[in-house]
């Protein structure tokens, strides 16, 4: 497709177990974004990625937050015994990298909305 | 600490009626600005960005902002609203020539009456 896709779309868990979360971005995007946007802290950025440098992990919330891109493609954020503080809709982006004005425009997808009971 | 201070939360107008959100960011080096609209039920989508030259950037459906240096503002326009431009609207900030994280303000709800 031509958009940042992500599923599921919504995922309902229990507190306490693990939860995946994916995301397509644009081809040919080469940095990949995750963040998170919930009622009291507004969009917060979680972790990027950009080609095959370390990633900046510097937003994650805990280490029981993690998140892999294979094959500088697809990206998974895997939230660990989930909290009901976790509760929020996770959204991804991909971003062309370069100079000028074309580039470092993020196109963010739908995000998945994650409620844990 | 790098910040973005959206001044209204929550607007409500009129159709017709002239629109301007504030936005005000805190970094002490050279940014790129943006501002994204979250239409009900739909994901995010840029509006506009400013990343050099001409202060005065125009958007897509009428949007334009203006960037103040000297006060550290990127603030939104639209000189008359309609009611699909009811939606959620989101200032952003990056360093410039970085393809890192954005930082976002808090959002202001807006929302036209018809």
């Known amino acids: 497709g031509a958009g940042v896709s992500q599923s599921p779309s919504n995922k309902v868990t229990e507190k306490g177990k693990d939860v995946e979360l994916r995301c397509d971005p644009i081809?040919?995007?080469?940095?990949l974004y995750w963040y998170r946007q919930s009622l009291g802290q507004g969009l917060e950025f979680l972790i990027y990625?950009?080609?095959?440098?370390?990633?900046?992990k510097s937003g994650l919330p805990s280490d029981r937050f993690s998140a892999e891109r294979t094959g500088g493609s697809v990206s998974t954020l895997t939230i660990q015994r989930t909290q009901q503080e976790d509760s929020a809709v996770y959204l991804c982006?991909?971003?062309?990298?370069?100079?000028?004005?074309?580039?470092?425009?993020?196109?963010f997808g739908p995000g998945t909305r994650l409620t844990v009971l | 600490a790098q910040s973005v201070s959206q001044h209204n939360h929550h607007v409500i107008l009129s159709e017709a009626a002239s629109l301007e959100l504030g936005c005000n960011y805190s970094?002490?080096?050279?940014?790129?600005l943006f501002w994204y609209v979250q239409y009900p039920g739909q994901h995010l989508q840029l509006l506009l960005k400013?990343?050099?030259?001409?202060?005065l950037v125009k958007g897509i459906k009428g949007f334009e902002a203006e960037f103040i240096k000297s006060k550290f503002s990127f603030n939104l326009r639209k000189p008359s609203v309609q009611w699909s431009d009811t939606a959620e609207y989101f200032c952003?900030?990056?360093?410039?020539?970085?393809?890192?994280?954005?930082?976002f303000g808090a959002g202001t709800q807006v929302v036209v009456t018809p």
């Open positions: 982006a991909s971003s062309q990298t370069g100079a000028g004005a074309s580039y470092n425009e993020q196109f």
């Open positions: 081809s040919g995007h080469t940095a």
């Open positions: 990625f950009q080609g095959n440098s370390a990633p900046d």
């Open positions: 970094y002490g080096g050279t940014v790129n």
């Open positions: 400013y990343f050099s030259g001409d202060p």
């Open positions: 952003a900030v990056t360093p410039q020539n970085s393809w890192g994280k954005l930082q």
